[in-house]
């Protein structure tokens, strides 16, 4: 079963614009990451927030959690053609040990 | 930053060969992952590995499947006998600890299977 879900499932935004990913969980978590994947490369992080902290900025980059209704959202100001990549929310459970549960992403596309 | 790199990119075997993929982590991590992504869904965990030892696995990760990194070399995932539902893109992946550690990612290893 799927621990995490983002939503939408895909999105396209001028460049410049703002643009907010959002997603869900199913269980408690100690820890939540926002991962981007682009095209023929490997995700890399982008932010990491704990369970409890409420939002975290990275740049352009700022993410918000909130435990009560199991949502985050990661919102990306200013967007930028080289924006363009799958974004994924992915849990971290207990101690973990490095196992993430990732949702199945949502797809941006920042237009020229 | 610091890199993880898989070799190869692409392997096309056919079904019921042995295939190894092979990963370089980050030079001081101490702690390895791989990870399974078929097309168009959500990256699987199969295992992770510190101290010579797997620390977890998945139900993903099937009697076949094997993991090792003799005497700090790479950090390889074995798969023998492959099968048709091995084909994925298998990601490889270090951190320096656990626990809500930032884990870095190569790029994957393409594997079909035939």
């Known amino acids: 079963s799927q621990l995490a879900e983002e939503n939408p499932w895909a999105l396209s935004v001028h460049e410049g614009e703002s643009v907010t990913v959002n997603c869900s969980y199913k269980?408690?978590?100690?820890?939540l990451q926002w991962y981007r994947q682009k095209s023929g490369e490997g995700p890399a992080q982008l932010i990491l927030?704990?369970?409890?902290?409420r939002e975290k900025r990275n740049g352009r980059l700022r993410a918000t959690l909130d435990t009560s209704s199991q949502s985050s959202s990661l919102s990306i100001t200013a967007t930028r053609c080289e924006d363009t990549a799958v974004y994924f929310c992915a849990t971290v459970r207990g101690s973990a040990l490095g196992r993430l549960h990732f949702g199945a992403g949502t797809q941006l596309i920042v237009i020229p | 930053g610091p890199k993880v790199l898989q070799i190869p990119s692409h392997q096309i075997i056919d079904m019921g060969q042995m295939v190894t993929l092979n990963c370089d982590p980050v030079s001081n991590h101490l702690y390895f992952y791989w990870y399974k992504q078929i097309l168009g869904q959500q990256m699987e965990f199969l295992v992770n590995?510190?101290?010579?030892?797997?620390?977890?696995k998945s139900k993903l990760f099937k009697d076949q499947f094997s993991v090792e990194r003799p005497d700090g070399s790479y950090f390889t995932l074995k798969i023998q006998p492959t099968a048709l539902e091995d084909s994925a893109v298998y990601f490889c992946?270090?951190?320096?600890?656990?626990?809500?550690?930032?884990?870095?990612f190569g790029h994957g290893t393409k594997l079909s299977v035939l």
């Open positions: 927030i704990r369970s409890n902290e």
């Open positions: 269980t408690s978590i100690t820890a």
């Open positions: 590995f510190y101290n010579g030892k797997v620390m977890e």
């Open positions: 992946a270090s951190s320096l600890g656990v626990s809500n550690e930032r884990l870095f």
